[in-house]
Every structure is written in C-alpha cells, then in structure tokens.
C-alpha cells in the first residue's frame, strides 16, 4: 500500500523553487520506503537463484538497481491510483503491497500465486491493489493504461493511471499513438519511462554496433553504474542480435 507521502497533494503551483520549502518525508515514511526496496531487492535476488535452479519456468526480468525508481515512483500514488506496468514488474507488485509470498507463488506457477499461477512472471495481476499488470508485449501497455485513465475520466473518478515503461517501447507505433491521445484528451495518466541504458539488457545481450564501412561489425557489451543490468536471467543466448542500441 501507498503510505504517507510529503509529495500528497502536491499541486501545479507547487513545484519548483517553493518545493525545496517543504519539509522532508518522516523518519517512518524513510524507513517504509527503505523496507520496501530492501524487500524487492531480497526477492529478486532470491527469484534469480530460484531461476537459475530451473524451479521457475519461462522468463524472469529482475528489477535489481531499479528499487529506488519503483519505490520511490508508487509511493505518490494513492490506494485507489491505477499502476501498469511492463514484463519487469515483480518489484512494481511488491511496492504496491502484494504479499511476496503470493508473488513468488505466481513465479513458480502455483495457484496460490496473485495471477492463479496461469500468469508467471511478466504476468503478475492484482486488481485489489489496482496493479493491473505486467505485459510481456514491449509497448502494449501504453494504449492499456490510456484506456483506463479514459474509463477514470468518463465515470468521473478522481483515480489517476501511472504507465511506466522501458526505454524500448518508445521504439514501438504505441509510444507515439497514445502520447498524442493522452494529450488530446487530457488523460488522468502519468507515462513514466525507466532506462536500464539499452534494450533488452536484461537478456544479458550483446549490442551489434552499426558497421563502420569496410570493416567488420564488432560487438560491444552493454554496461552499467548501478548494476541493473547485472540480472542476467531470462536463459537466452548472449549472441541475441539487437539492431538498435536506445542508450538514453
Ligand atoms: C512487441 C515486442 N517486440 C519484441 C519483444 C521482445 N523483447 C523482449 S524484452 C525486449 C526489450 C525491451 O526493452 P525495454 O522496453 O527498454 O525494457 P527493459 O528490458 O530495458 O526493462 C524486447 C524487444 C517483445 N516482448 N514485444
Ligand atoms: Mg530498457
């Protein structure tokens, strides 16, 4: 669940210079949020191994190095708040208060698991916390999440939608087809991209740079500060070809 927040209620004419005035978060606000992303880092580091026992079937995207964002990101949403997200989303479920049991209930294909098991990992659903998954599409979450904010904003709720998204699905037709309609229509909707600095990093892929003319095309790994692309996990070859680096 969300908890206190001192960005609640923060309006337009609120940001900016007077936002420096206000007073920090609690001390229990800090440590809810730390807890949370201790939690989520606990568990993916646990799902990993789990996957890498072969006790976990399909895909598995872990989240490590993005707790911060996603904690940091849900925690402004208020209960009722919509919250959507892409395949990489075990640590968006744990933020937004699905027990970790019931998560990792739903990795291991159980019926116990907060999707019935049917679901797995890029798949995780839970509509008593309006957390409405989880899209193995790249991009197919966008025009999703639009539509719900439009549902919110015909019956007149006051419920706002948060997207997020990796740095990939701004290559997709979606991308641009529901950024233009949530501004047309001014959609209740926040989109929030999350950068892991290329795409599909997360398969431990290598990046095929353009080739220079008359030379060889050499490949170069992808890097990173923090770590979050140290997961790894998803089983595929290293060799995957990725035409497109969308370093950003
Ligand atoms: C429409 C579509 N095309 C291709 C894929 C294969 N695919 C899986 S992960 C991925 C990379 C996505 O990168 P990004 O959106 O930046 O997310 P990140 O893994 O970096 O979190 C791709 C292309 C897909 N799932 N959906
Ligand atoms: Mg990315």
């Given at each position: 669940m969300a908890t206190e927040d001192?960005?609640?209620?923060?309006?337009?004419?609120?940001?900016?210079?007077?936002a420096e005035q206000r007073p920090l978060p609690s001390r229990e606000t800090y440590e809810k949020v730390l807890a949370k992303m201790l939690l989520i880092r606990r568990f993916e580091e646990r799902a990993g191994e789990m996957y890498a026992k072969a006790k976990i079937g399909g895909f598995l995207h872990l989240c490590i190095g993005e707790e911060a964002t996603v904690v940091g990101a849900t925690q402004?949403?208020?209960?009722t708040d919509f919250l959507m997200s892409t395949y990489r989303e075990h640590g968006q479920a744990l933020a937004r208060g699905t027990e970790a049991k019931v998560v990792m209930a739903e990795l291991f294909g159980?019926?116990?698991?907060?999707?019935g098991g049917r679901g797995g990992s890029m798949h995780l659903f839970d509509f008593e916390r309006r957390f409405l998954g989880g899209y193995?599409?790249?991009?197919?979450?966008l025009p999703l999440a639009a539509g719900v904010a439009l549902a919110s904003d015909y019956t007149e709720t006051e419920d706002a939608t948060l997207c997020m998204f990796g740095d990939g699905a701004t290559n997709q037709g979606t991308f641009g087809e529901t950024m233009n309609l949530a501004a047309l229509w001014h959609l209740p909707i926040v989109f929030m991209v999350i950068t892991r600095?290329?795409?599909?990093?997360s398969l431990g892929c290598r990046i095929r740079l353009p080739r220079p003319r008359g030379r060889r095309s050499v490949p170069a790994t992808t890097s990173s500060a923090d770590g979050s692309?140290?997961?790894?996990?998803?089983?595929?070859?290293?060799?995957?070809?990725?035409?497109?680096s969308l370093s950003t």
């Amino acid at each position: 669940m969300a908890t206190e927040d001192a960005t609640r209620g923060r309006g337009p004419d609120d940001r900016g210079v007077q936002a420096e005035q206000r007073p920090l978060p609690s001390r229990e606000t800090y440590e809810k949020v730390l807890a949370k992303m201790l939690l989520i880092r606990r568990f993916e580091e646990r799902a990993g191994e789990m996957y890498a026992k072969a006790k976990i079937g399909g895909f598995l995207h872990l989240c490590i190095g993005e707790e911060a964002t996603v904690v940091g990101a849900t925690q402004a949403l208020r209960d009722t708040d919509f919250l959507m997200s892409t395949y990489r989303e075990h640590g968006q479920a744990l933020a937004r208060g699905t027990e970790a049991k019931v998560v990792m209930a739903e990795l291991f294909g159980k019926v116990d698991g907060c999707s019935g098991g049917r679901g797995g990992s890029m798949h995780l659903f839970d509509f008593e916390r309006r957390f409405l998954g989880g899209y193995g599409i790249v991009g197919g979450n966008l025009p999703l999440a639009a539509g719900v904010a439009l549902a919110s904003d015909y019956t007149e709720t006051e419920d706002a939608t948060l997207c997020m998204f990796g740095d990939g699905a701004t290559n997709q037709g979606t991308f641009g087809e529901t950024m233009n309609l949530a501004a047309l229509w001014h959609l209740p909707i926040v989109f929030m991209v999350i950068t892991r600095n290329t795409t599909r990093d997360s398969l431990g892929c290598r990046i095929r740079l353009p080739r220079p003319r008359g030379r060889r095309s050499v490949p170069a790994t992808t890097s990173s500060a923090d770590g979050s692309n140290s997961s790894g996990c998803s089983g595929t070859s290293t060799q995957t070809s990725c035409p497109v680096s969308l370093s950003t």
